[in-house]
């Protein structure tokens, strides 16, 4: 069972696994785990790809150059076409310089094929920052074209040295070294584990252990069983999945659905699942699904950083679906089939020339392709922070220690230009909130957790500290994810003293246990700030398309970009009342509010531009911009506290 013969009943695999995907991403009902689907199209891979080596050592025809060759032909001519089209649209209608650098270096590491390095140094694929990066979903072609630079040579000298035997006991031994590795790395790093070979080449490997033993099952009700036992993993994960830390162990179940699907599908004789593996419809999707794949984020994503960004509705997802499926159908017929198929491109010479001809052409056209519009149609908001303030001084004083997530270092910039007036010594530690954890963490993540605050706590031990700052974006914690961008993956705060306790009584506990212990500890003063308002979008994007395509002027943009005092308060209604007890709680707490500054004349929004200072440099971290702006809100405690 090599794959000797077309096989619709992969096809139709595809088919699976590129709809769990784009209804993923489209927000469709009950596709909630449709993420795996990637993991499906792994063992795909690695079974096809596996099979075709194997079958072409025995034969003694097998060929570096041919094997490369059809890669790409199979995979550079639809994705040059894509990344060049997306390429023009965003330059056209960005007024952004940094949404133009990010698809130019995203185009260069496409072509250099190491993307996944790229986004895994540069995002994380389930954070709200992702749902703007137009080349995020080719991370996984990076990981697929790693492992075809790998398995060929590999199998090629185990062919050459070893028995077919001694072989599969390798590639098993390979298998379970990535999966345990994937078990354990996900504990410290789900980013690492969901963007790298080293975590992700089992599931490859699973389908070319299944390609080495060519094992199906005898009987027709043996194969029956197999294939629905295999779809039966598969919708499982793809309905039932959500809030799993993902991969890890949580990606086996739909890979070996896959394969258990892959294996039991060879000479089916059986009614329903005839009609399902031979499905012309299905087919055809599954045929057209690579250029499904490449065209659907993209679209999603320019759909969706236009202004006034809200979460896909399942309405508007199926309409970008069926969209970015009526332009694969587009790319499979007039780019993918035609240089599969056309003679022209079979001569090798002319491939390999045009391949590093057009490669390095795109790589020079990133780097020297400018967007049009003038800077007047630019909105500045810059991503700045700072460690230390001050002077340090002697016998480990400090006057002022800043801690937080990232909304923390956004707020460092305003606490060192307070420092230097002053005159005071500072630092700013970032640290995730104490004794808390999000919902499905594992123990290992927890106990890391406390860890990080046992060296937070020595850290207040060795230090005399006047003043502790709190800056925190506090609803991510209480719900685990983006509420508003992503209310589906919704992972409640858990206290890890007793997990069922409901969210707001752990946020509450935790901000509590960090209170009484600085205090302890002989920290003499502590201010919290209260969370800041969130954009409706990335603010000088948005901020830029509204006035150069739109006509908008600061008023009109402010209202239309900004968070409304309605708004603020229906968002944060649970974190605000966690917040109004630690007032009454401990009434000795400096409070500082930053909204009072941002609010517009009307008293309707709170701004996020100034003249051409963007306040946000995103959706929700304040700038250097306004960081300063909002500044006098920090400088009358300051007065306070420092006279």
């Not at 039991?264 to 794949?293: A, H, M, P, Q, R």
């Not at 230009?417 to 909130?433: A, N, P, R």
Request: aromatic share 14%.
């Amino acid at each position: 069972m090599q794959a000797k013969e077309y096989r619709p009943d992969i096809d139709v695999l595809r088919a699976i696994a590129i709809l769990a995907v784009v209804f993923y991403h489209a927000n469709i009902p009950f596709f909630n785990g449709g993420y795996v689907g990637v993991s499906i199209f792994f063992v795909i891979s690695g079974y096809l790809i596996t099979g075709i080596i194997k079958r072409r050592l025995e034969n003694s025809t097998f060929s570096f150059l041919e094997f490369y060759e059809n890669r790409i032909r199979r995979i550079l001519p639809a994705l040059l076409v894509m990344m060049f089209i997306m390429s023009v649209l965003v330059i056209l209608t960005s007024v952004d310089k940094g949404e133009v650098r990010q698809i130019q270096s995203s185009v260069k590491r496409c072509l250099l094929a190491i993307p996944n390095i790229f986004f895994y140094l540069n995002t994380n694929y389930f954070d709200p920052a992702a749902d703007t990066m137009h080349l995020l979903h080719t991370w996984s072609l990076g990981v697929e074209e790693q492992f075809y630079f790998i398995i060929p040579a590999l199998l090629f000298l185990l062919h050459k040295k070893t028995t077919s035997v001694k072989t599969l006991c390798f590639l098993f031994a390979v298998f379970l070294l990535s999966f345990v590795s994937s078990l354990i790395v996900i504990q410290y790093s789900q980013k690492f584990t969901f963007y790298m070979l080293p975590t992700r080449a089992w599931e490859l490997l699973m389908g070319s252990l299944l390609a080495y033993t060519a094992w199906t099952p005898k009987t027709q009700q043996g194969k029956i069983l197999c294939s629905l036992l295999g779809l039966l993993l598969m919708f499982a994960s793809i309905i039932g999945y959500g809030k799993e830390t993902f991969p890890g162990f949580w990606a086996f179940p739909p890979c070996l659905g896959a394969c258990l699907y892959i294996a039991g599908g060879t000479k089916i004789n059986e009614t329903i699942l005839d009609w399902l593996t031979k499905n012309k419809v299905f087919v055809f999707i599954g045929v057209v699904s690579y250029s499904f794949y490449l065209w659907h984020w993209p679209i999603f994503v320019f759909y969706s950083t236009f202004p006034n960004y809200k979460e896909i509705s399942p309405f508007a997802g199926l309409g970008l679906s069926l969209l970015a499926f009526a332009v694969a159908v587009l790319s499979w017929r007039f780019v993918e089939k035609p240089v599969r198929q056309n003679p022209f491109f079979k001569n090798r010479k002319r491939l390999w020339t045009g391949t590093v001809v057009l490669i390095a052409a795109s790589i020079g056209l990133a780097d020297h392709f400018n967007y049009p519009f003038a800077p007047e149609s630019e909105y500045t908001g810059t991503k700045y922070q700072v460690a230390q303030f001050g002077t340090p001084r002697e016998d480990n004083v400090l006057d002022v220690v800043l801690i937080g997530d990232s909304h923390s270092a956004s707020a460092s910039t305003a606490i060192n230009v307070l420092c230097g007036k002053y005159g005071l010594s500072g630092k700013h530690e970032g640290t995730l909130l104490r004794n808390v954890y999000k919902e499905g963490e594992s123990t290992q993540t927890i106990n890391g957790r406390k860890e990080e605050w046992k060296k937070f706590t020595n850290f207040l031990k060795r230090h005399k500290i006047n003043t502790l700052i709190f800056a925190y974006r506090y609803n991510l914690y209480l719900f685990g994810s983006d509420m508003v961008r992503r209310p589906s993956q919704i992972r409640n705060l858990k206290y890890i003293d007793n997990p069922d306790l409901p969210r707001t009584e752990a946020l509450y506990r935790s901000l509590k246990d960090s209170i009484d212990e600085a205090y302890a500890l002989g920290v003499k003063n502590i201010i919290i700030q209260v969370p800041v308002p969130e954009a409706k979008s990335s603010v000088p994007a948005g901020a830029g398309k509204l006035h150069t395509f739109l006509g908008y002027n600061e008023d009109e943009i402010n209202l239309h970009l900004g968070e409304s005092t309605e708004h603020y308060k229906t968002r944060l209604a649970e974190c605000l009342s966690v917040l109004e007890r630690i007032k009454k709680e401990y009434p000795q707490i400096y409070w500082v509010d930053l909204k009072p500054l941002l609010l517009d004349e009307k008293q309707q929004v709170y701004k996020v531009i100034n003249g051409k200072d963007a306040f946000y440099y995103d959706d929700d971290h304040l700038s250097k911009e306004g960081a300063l702006y909002t500044m006098p809100a920090y400088d009358e405690i300051f007065k306070k506290i420092f006279k």
